[in-house]
């Protein structure tokens, strides 16, 4: 089983990146998709979901109208498209389909 993240990077504030998680070895298209970051000293928060019975979405108050989260089950992959990015937003990504994680992607917000 796998889950393995792409798409992190420096961005400068108010630009926008797209994380992507490429699922193996499971059956993806049964599993939730969601999203979690940490930033250093914190803790894990989980920023964006996505239910894989009815495609619910969920998203932090930290992020709603910014981040969207979508996936593509032919493909077994799950993205979170970020948008108005600020450096509070500067976190390790993690793609998580309970009970598997992906090894997380460094996403930096910085001038």
């Known amino acids: 089983v796998q889950l393995v993240e792409s798409g992190g990077g420096l961005v400068q504030p108010g630009g926008s990146l797209t994380l992507s998680c490429r699922a193996s070895g499971f059956t993806f298209e049964l599993y939730d998709a969601n999203w979690h970051r940490q930033a250093p000293g914190k803790q894990r928060e989980l920023v964006a979901s996505?239910?894989?019975?009815?495609?619910?979405?969920q998203y932090a108050d930290s992020v709603k109208g910014r981040f969207t989260i979508s996936r593509d089950n032919a493909n077994a992959t799950m993205y979170l498209q970020m948008n108005n990015l600020q450096p509070e937003d500067t976190a390790v990504y993690y793609c998580?389909?309970?009970?598997?994680w992906g090894q997380g992607t460094q996403v930096t917000v910085s001038s």
């Open positions: 998580h389909s309970p009970p598997y």
């Open positions: 996505k239910s894989w019975s009815d495609g619910t979405t």
